[in-house]
């Protein structure tokens, strides 16, 4: 069964779909099988994977409205990884589905039909805190929280992890943080490195070791619709985001030996 990982943040612009296409990518060139799911109605997931949002039908939309299945809907793309796309249709499915039973876990259901076919489900989220957003808070196993390192930064995590607190309450009580990470950092910016010591006091842990630096060439791959081990293997972005998958995939490992020790430990 595919874990599944939600990438969320309600603030705009921090690096959520950088993040979801280049670690859906950088796993699949770990020969891991990876669904990456474009939940935002941007669909700037969908374009930075080679996909022209336009002219995907099916797509998150029909699924998200029993129109169409979920499998019909996902397609290959060009770095090895599947995606089922999202275009400005998912405003309309968000919209129809305020009033339907069930609402916040259709996403949840869906994926279920798939889930046996992936190692890794990875769920690009839209700046906010809404239905879709909740959506793929219940689907998720744990959220990865990317956080720019810039001023206001901690500005509205409060009100994500409120958000949280709320989803583990009624809808998700297994929802784990996968972590805190820092994106877009700059060495040479003072700025970044407070904002980064901050994060490790408040969180701990939950903040990841890699850091994705501030790289050209990551904001330049989307419009070449590749992701960047594909537009520039060698950039320091790539390699930041190659880390990541390991540090992902390690601390999964990790998890799941815990879990397995705790449940001997139990059995004695
Ligand atoms: P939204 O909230 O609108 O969905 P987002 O959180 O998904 O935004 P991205 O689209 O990933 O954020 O990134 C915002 C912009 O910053 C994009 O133009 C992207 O190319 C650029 N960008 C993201 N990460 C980096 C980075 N590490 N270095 C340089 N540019 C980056
Ligand atoms: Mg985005």
New binding site residues.
């Given amino acids: 069964m595919a874990r599944i990982i939600a990438v969320a943040?309600q603030k705009?612009?921090?690096?959520?779909?950088?993040?979801a296409v280049n670690l859906a990518a950088a796993l699949a060139a770990g020969r891991r099988k990876v669904l990456l799911v474009d939940f935002?109605p941007?669909g700037?997931a969908t374009m930075a994977s080679g996909i022209d949002k336009r002219e995907v039908r099916p797509n998150g939309c029909d699924v998200l409205l029993d129109e169409a299945g979920i499998a019909e809907a996902i397609v290959p793309t060009e770095a090895g990884y599947d995606l089922l796309p999202g275009n400005s249709d998912l405003t309309a499915a968000e919209l129809k589905l305020m009033d339907a039973m069930a609402r916040e876990s259709r996403l949840k259901e869906h994926l279920a039909k798939v889930a046996d076919r992936y190692q890794l489900i990875i769920i690009d989220c839209?700046?906010s805190l809404h239905l879709l957003t909740l959506n793929a808070l219940t689907a998720a196993d744990s959220l990865l929280i990317?956080v720019q390192c810039e001023y206001f930064a901690l500005e509205g995590l409060s009100s994500l992890l409120d958000t949280v607190k709320a989803v583990r309450q009624r809808l998700n009580t297994g929802l784990q943080i996968e972590g805190l990470l820092r994106?877009?950092y700059d060495v040479r910016n003072n700025l970044g490195n407070e904002v980064s010591a901050q994060l490790t006091q408040h969180f701990g842990d939950q903040v990841l070791r890699s850091i994705?630096?501030?790289?050209?060439r990551?904001?330049e791959a989307?419009s070449h619709g590749q992701p960047i081990h594909l537009y520039d293997r060698n950039s320091r972005?790539a390699i930041a985001y190659m880390a990541l998958a390991t540090e992902l995939t390690r601390r999964d490992r990790q998890r799941k030996q815990g879990a397995g020790a705790a449940s001997t430990a139990a059995a004695h």
């Fill in positions: 943040n705009g612009g921090v690096g959520k779909t950088t993040t935002d941007q700037n839209p700046p990317p994106t877009m994705i630096p501030r790289n050209v990551l904001a989307p972005g």
